[in-house]
């Protein structure tokens, strides 16, 4: 009995962790797309400095 909950549980953390990780790849490509848009919707810069979209 205690094997097979100790599998049951490893394979309940690993699909979690999977899970998870899955979720952590959307939104890695969501800011990547957002910040590659950033790039694309900013003006011509005024008063001669860096225009930018985002303040870091």
């Known amino acids: ?3 097979l909950l100790l599998v049951l ?3 309940l953390i690993l699909f979690g ?3 998870a990780l899955k ?3 959307w ?3 969501i800011v990547l797309v957002v910040w ?3 790039f694309v ?3 011509s810069p005024t008063g001669g400095g860096r225009n ?3 303040r870091w």
Request: aromatic content about 16%.
């Open 1 to 3: 009995m205690g094997p």
């Open 9 to 11: 549980l490893l394979a």
């Open 17 to 19: 962790a999977g899970f």
């Open 23 to 25: 979720i952590l790849w």
């Open 27 to 29: 939104v890695a490509v």
């Open 36 to 38: 590659l848009l950033g």
């Open 41 to 43: 919707m900013r003006g």
């Open 52 to 54: 930018r979209w985002y």
